[in-house]
């Protein structure tokens, strides 16, 4: 079956020919990924250091860059929504609850996680490709925390205490939704509007600022790295949502979309899946334990951080410093794992792709990442004074 070569949605076909789709979309998936590894370490795409960045040297570079990356996946989705056929409701994260307190929570935790771990899940992949034994250790240790957050003891504290404390929507919890909802607006019109509208301001925020002391070149290859990862975003929202929606599964007949594990268009995040990623290595063995869409996309990161790190000869292996840094890190892995599940995605599953389709949680969710992040920064940067 030819990748993309319906332009309807696909339906009666045979359990053979489900099974063809699905082994493409997973191929398809992980190479793409692998385009997204290797795109991240080559121009040091880090939310993380982004923010570092900012906090410590008041550089806006990497700011800019996350801000282009976002930018070009709004406009990227919203597209994609009104004139490439996606199903914006079938999105995993449309829904009509804002689980405003999960995205509070959740996100302050990833953002403290992420520091202490020297970096996010996406990061974690890239550098776990170029030889880094830390980052083994930390996607571990993530993944542990993440599935206890998903199915074990964590979950129960989730789904009581976090979950449970939400906003109810007559529509869609989605920007546009909402204000279709209050103005009687065309839904339609405002999801390019608002989409392509957002998109285009954050992208000329992220290439306006213009380059300073002869670094030009630079700044723009770090903006082009911005680009390609938010088109990465927008291609995975595609080939999820299009290539893979089937109109009834030929065993169930249900309406699903193939590959994903949640069985709606899923784009990339790095949380969840890798604690997927791990349940699928411990269980192979498992007939229900199939191979899925995130699964795919984690081998497909660290693929591409390898094959960076052969490009750039800078493969190397790498361990901890000492008792301290190794605490440190397990303590951010554990940090992200709880709170990227309860926030219901990290900085690229939530500060690019559910960003990019205007979830009102994702905004809050990110904010609170963003706030995590420099609360932790502050607090090394005062330890470390303190010290001294």
Partial sequence: MRLGAESAPIA????????????????AV???????????????FCTMGAISDVVYVGDWMRMRQWAMAVGVAMCGFAALAVWGGL?????LYATKQVLWLSAIVGGLMFGVGMVLASGCGARNLTRLGGGSLKSLVVLLVMAVAAFA???????????????????????????????AQATSWSLVNLRAVLGLGLGAVLV?????????????????????GGAAVGACVTAAWWLSGHVGEVQEHPASLEHVYAATYSGRIEAFSFVAPVAHALDWLMFF???NKVLT????????????????????????????ADTADLARHLLGAMLM????????GCTIGQGVSAISILHVGSFIAVASIVLGAVAALRYLAWREERMA
């Fill in 285 to 287: 063995s498992d007939r």
């Fill in 30 to 44: 992980f190479l793409l990924a692998a385009v997204l590894g290797f795109v991240m370490r080559e121009t040091r």
């Fill in 12 to 27: 009666g076909m045979s359990l053979t020919e489900f099974d063809s789709l699905v082994a493409t979309i997973l191929v």
């Fill in 293 to 320: 869409w995130g699964v795919a996309a984690v081998a497909g990161m660290v693929l591409g951080g390898w094959l960076h790190a052969l490009w750039r000869r800078d493969f190397r292996w790498q361990g901890f």
């Fill in 337 to 344: 794992g709880v709170g990227g599940v309860v926030a219901m």
């Fill in 87 to 91: 199903v914006v409701g079938d999105t």
């Fill in 149 to 179: 957050t998903l199915k074990g003891m964590t979950a129960v504290a989730r789904v009581r205490w976090l979950d449970s404390v939400h906003w109810n929507t007559s529509t869609l919890a989605l920007l546009p939704d909402l204000l």
């Fill in 204 to 224: 000329l925020l992220a290439w306006g600022r213009g380059a300073k002391n002869g670094s030009a070149g630079r700044d723009v290859a770090v903006l082009a």
